[in-house]
């Protein structure tokens, strides 16, 4: 069948493109009456609009982030030559109530969608101090939260200026009230890192590949990845309207079924090249973390950096425990691998995800609970049918769009131990059931997952599991050991990330 291609200047950019910049500011929006919301999201939707949702379309920031990453591969400093500044505004389903959409509608969208994430509490997990009742204000009461703005820029001076301009308008004032503003920052730790989070580790290594977007480094010899280690998806997956993955494999293939599925959809007619967003502030209690990767250490004779890779299944420079696919067997990991701190591996795209966790069925090299092998299986089995388990698998992915907030801890960067810091956590997904979702419930949170080869119970996800503590399974040849957990939620919601023309025919009352 024909395949569908990306109406890029349709979609909002930080879906497909992602925003990437060190600046971001989330403010939490409530509509102060439909006609009045609507009005400023028609401001805000225009084409003429200079600091709006349609010149931050994904085809204009893939374009900027193209040649962002060209001069700084020839050595430059890109923001001396380019900046840009980028706008995305996301829906709940209350504040589509509260537009006054239409009920035939509403009426079609996901029961998740509509429920909202507070109320899908026992599925997510948020126990104890992540309890909803818990969250800070305006999430403990989640029917008040009807927008998120995210304003995008190369500087703090840029970022601030151009969300003054779109709150100065009008029709901001008159159409919608800022309820929270939440500030991410790329950190800047005292070891001169930038882009990991606050535990020390470098985020967003892994994220999947988009057919049409992210062409294959071998496109004779391995057409069906972009980078090695990075399967290529069909963009249905995050956008709805297009070609998604099929569960089952493909008879004779090795990987995942690279045959198109039927093009997603969910809720009315009019999300076609939109996306459901999650959107988490999530809490890190950074010095109790190193602690225990400390006193973990000490009672396992094992280097505190190593004990941390055990946990997340990357050291803190992005280098993976397992062995990547140009290494000879076995891979051997002691507590003076050079490895660890060479971050030149993990910003390879050639290196960084070059690995399966096939070779290692016991969990020897990274453990079956570690952070990334719960979060992103690869080519475990998964399920009763093993030859079905890869393909499965990438139904569930994600696209991340995570930035830290808060001041990191300790001199000289300055921050104290009380300071609120954390995780501005976010994804893009076709269905946010079968996917975030079903990776926190069935992935996550559960301690039988992945099925490990030697029948033992893996654990809980050590780094984002919201119980307070839960059993991992550091080396499979002894018993399980209690790791405490300690990232909370604090807040959060689901939205609708319209098209751009949706956006408009939202603010003209077309729809």
Request: proline share 8%; with cysteine; glycine share 10%.
């Amino acid at each position: 069948m024909a395949v569908r291609e990306l109406e890029l200047d349709d979609i909002q950019g930080n879906i497909i493109g992602g925003f990437n910049k060190d600046y971001q500011d989330f403010v939490v929006l409530k509509f102060k009456s439909g006609p009045a919301a609507r009005a400023w999201i028609q401001e805000l939707a225009d084409d003429s609009n200079e600091f709006g949702v349609a010149v931050s379309s994904s085809e204009a920031v893939l374009k900027f982030n193209a040649q962002f990453k060209a001069l700084k591969g020839e050595g430059k400093e890109p923001e001396r030559f380019i900046e840009a500044e980028w706008t995305s505004l996301s829906i709940s389903y209350a504040g589509m109530q509260a537009l006054g959409i239409a009920a035939t509608d509403l009426a079609r969208f996901p029961t998740d969608f509509k429920a909202g994430m507070a109320s899908r509490k026992a599925i997510l997990n948020d126990v104890g101090s992540s309890d909803p009742s818990t969250w800070i204000a305006p999430f403990d009461a989640p029917g008040t939260v009807h927008a998120l703005l995210t304003v995008a820029a190369d500087s703090e001076a840029r970022l601030k200026l151009r969300l003054a301009e779109i709150r100065a308008t009008g029709a901001f004032v008159a159409g919608v009230e800022s309820l929270l503003l939440v500030e991410g920052r790329t950190r800047k730790d005292a070891k001169g890192q930038t882009g990991h989070e606050h535990f020390g580790f470098k985020d967003g290594v892994s994220q999947p590949g988009i057919r049409g977007i992210n062409p294959p480094d071998d496109p004779i010899g391995n057409p069906n990845q972009g980078h090695p280690g990075q399967d290529l998806l069909h963009p249905g997956e995050f956008v709805l309207g297009y070609a998604t993955q099929r569960p089952v494999a493909k008879a004779g293939f090795d990987g995942p079924n690279p045959i198109p599925g039927d093009p997603s959809a969910s809720g009315p007619a009019w999300t076609d090249n939109g996306s459901y967003l999650v959107f988490r502030r999530l809490a890190q209690d950074v010095p109790a973390f190193h602690s225990q990767v400390a006193s973990l250490a000490a009672a396992h004779g094992m280097h505190p950096d190593l004990v941390g890779a055990k946990l997340v299944g990357r050291y803190q420079s992005g280098c993976p425990l397992e062995a990547r696919a140009f290494q000879p067997s076995p891979f051997h990991v002691s507590s003076t691998d050079p490895e660890r701190f060479q971050p030149g591996v993990a910003d390879s795209d050639s290196l960084n995800n070059n690995f399966e966790f096939g070779d290692d069925p016991l969990g020897q090299v990274c453990p079956m609970a570690s952070h990334i092998r719960k979060a992103y299986p690869r080519d475990e089995t998964t399920q009763p049918n093993p030859a079905d388990s890869e393909s499965e698998t990438q139904t569930h992915r994600l696209l991340r769009r995570g930035i830290p907030f808060g001041r990191s801890f300790g001199a000289p960067v300055g921050g104290d131990a009380g300071d609120p810091r954390g995780l501005v956590f976010q994804c893009y997904q076709k269905s946010i059931a079968s996917q975030f979702e079903f990776v926190q419930q069935s992935w996550v949170n559960k301690a039988s997952f992945p099925p490990g080869a030697n029948g033992g119970v893996p654990g809980e996800d050590p780094i984002i599991a919201q119980s307070a503590s839960g059993p991992f399974q550091l080396d499979p040849s002894k018993p399980n050991i209690p790791v405490k957990h300690f990232v909370t939620t604090t807040g959060g919601e689901y939205f609708l990330t319209p098209s751009i023309s949706t956006l408009q025919k939202i603010g003209s009352g077309a729809i």
